[in-house]
């Protein structure tokens, strides 16, 4: 079993829906919580990190972390098509350097 | 440059043969690390630098797989006697280094290697 999970999708919404993107953990000692986007051809960007449980917001995006339920969530609102990507949610563990990555959710926004 | 550089972008090879991947982290960064990109697999660690040293290198799948970094800059990944499952895309990430839990990790392009 992984220690990260997020369904590959593909996941297609009409311009402006409201997107939910999601990942579960099995580690509990993955304490810092990141999302990456990636357009084709093109390696991963930071868009979004948190370190506690609860919410972060950032413009159109929120990050959710649930620790308890070892589930964290990144919501998209008023999707556009530039959003199109694949997203990969990210973790880290308390001293150690490297990431953790789901395997990424296909986004396709429809105009 | 503004950002982490690889090369080649792609890379097409016969199996058996030995493939040299490259990277140049942001100036300035001390920790430089690899990843791969397998289809469905999502992105798999393979080996930490922080400067010159390796000090975490258990995700090298096995011995064929190798890397150095010189000068605390440019890290050459390399693959021996490559075999098909070594297809994927190779991603080098780089970060300021301090080992802070939210540093950020900016990644290259990739290298797209196919073995045939």
């Known amino acids: 079993q992984k220690e990260v999970e997020q369904d590959p999708g593909p996941l297609s919404v009409p311009e402006g829906a409201i997107v939910s993107l999601n990942c579960t953990y099995s580690?509990?000692?993955?304490?810092?919580f990141m999302w990456y986007r990636q357009y084709s051809r093109k390696g991963p960007e930071l868009l979004m990190y948190?370190?506690?449980?609860g919410n972060k917001e950032d413009g159109r995006f929120t990050a959710q972390v649930d620790k308890s339920s070892k589930y964290i969530s990144l919501f998209i609102r008023d999707s556009q098509p530039s959003d199109s990507a694949t997203y990969l949610c990210?973790?880290?563990?308390?001293?150690?350097?490297?990431?953790?990555f789901g395997t990424g959710t296909r986004l396709t926004v429809i105009p | 440059g503004a950002g982490v550089s690889q090369s080649p972008s792609n890379k097409v090879t016969e199996k058996g043969k030995d493939v040299e991947l490259r990277c140049d982290p942001i100036?300035?960064?001390?920790?430089l690390y690899w990843y791969r990109q397998s289809l469905g697999q999502g992105l798999e660690f393979l080996i930490y630098?922080?400067?010159?040293?390796?000090?975490?290198k258990s995700g090298l799948p096995s011995d064929r797989f190798s890397a150095e970094r010189t000068g605390g800059s440019v890290s050459t990944l390399t693959i021996q006697r490559t075999q098909q499952e070594d297809s994927a895309v190779y991603l080098c990430?780089?970060?300021?280094?301090f080992g802070t839990g939210v540093e950020t990790q900016y990644f290259g392009p990739g290298t797209r290697l196919l073995v045939l």
């Open positions: 990430a780089s970060s300021l280094g």
């Open positions: 580690n509990s000692a993955f304490q810092y």
């Open positions: 948190t370190y506690s449980s």
């Open positions: 630098f922080q400067g010159n040293s390796a000090p975490d």
């Open positions: 990210a973790m880290r563990k308390t001293g150690a350097n490297n990431l953790f």
């Open positions: 100036s300035g960064h001390t920790a």
